[in-house]
């Protein structure tokens, strides 16, 4: 138990629709990162968010974009929907009190299907 | 930039024999190295991880990876699997600096037979 938890578990969405997954993080944990996950492949990075502001981004779209809010929880917005978004969306949190990079603590994740 | 190499997609093995997952990563910078596990319908399990000092890492389950710098390696093994070991595990690289986050292997379907 990470005690990262997201909703919704899974969700079906249309070409062209907006979605809103969301994440809440242990207290204290002040980073959270946000990944994609394709069927049968790695999870790659979206982007991070420390106290509330960007922090670091991979190579996603602007249509994807997030928010992090004062009470450790946080959301991943995606505008547009394309049939390649289908896949799981995990967040990961990590404490304050560790250095960046080090260990990062992953939710159960949100398996969004585009049609 | 970094990149993580998982030459197995799969590795079939009966109870109770040992096992050895692969890893290996190229980076130009001192590296944070990872284990997760996923079963089926989850998110991901912190196995293990090097962080720095002994290059042979301990972690759940029966678990353990060695660090071995000048092969740029992290291979995962245990020497005796059960059933429940049947997941898929990735390995990870971190560079540790801010705003950077972790770079994953695609992966490596273990599936213990009994």
């Known amino acids: 138990e990470t005690g990262v938890t997201q909703s919704p578990t899974h969700l079906i969405k249309t070409r062209g629709q907006q979605v809103t997954l969301r994440c809440s993080s242990q207290s204290g944990h002040n980073t959270v990162s946000w990944y994609q996950q394709a069927l049968g492949q790695g999870p790659q990075f979206i982007f991070q968010?420390?106290?509330?502001?960007?922090?670091g981004r991979g190579n996603f779209p602007p249509r994807f974009s997030g928010l992090q809010f004062p009470n450790y929880s946080s959301e991943l917005n995606v505008n547009a929907l394309e049939l390649d978004d289908s896949a799981l969306y995990l967040c990961?949190?990590?404490?304050?009190?560790?250095?960046?990079?080090?260990?990062?603590?992953f939710g159960p994740g949100t398996r969004l299907t585009v049609l | 930039a970094q990149s993580v190499t998982q030459l197995d997609s799969q590795v079939p093995v009966f109870e109770e024999a040992p096992v050895e997952l692969r890893c290996n990563y190229s980076?130009?910078?001192?590296?944070?190295l990872f284990w997760y596990v996923q079963y089926p319908n989850q998110g991901l399990q912190l196995l293990l991880k090097y962080l720095s000092g002994s290059t042979l890492v301990k972690g759940i389950n029966g678990f353990e990876a060695e660090f071995n710098k000048s092969q740029t390696s992290f291979h995962l093994r245990k020497p005796s699997v059960h059933i429940s070991d049947t997941a898929e595990y990735f390995c990870?690289?971190?560079?540790?600096?801010?705003?950077?986050?972790?770079?994953f292997g695609p992966g490596t379907r273990l599936s213990v037979l009994p």
């Open positions: 990870a690289v971190s560079d540790g600096s801010d705003g950077q986050n972790f770079v």
């Open positions: 990961a949190s990590s404490p304050a009190d560790r250095p960046p990079g080090d260990t990062q603590y």
């Open positions: 980076s130009s910078v001192s590296v944070y």
């Open positions: 968010y420390y106290r509330e502001e960007e922090n």
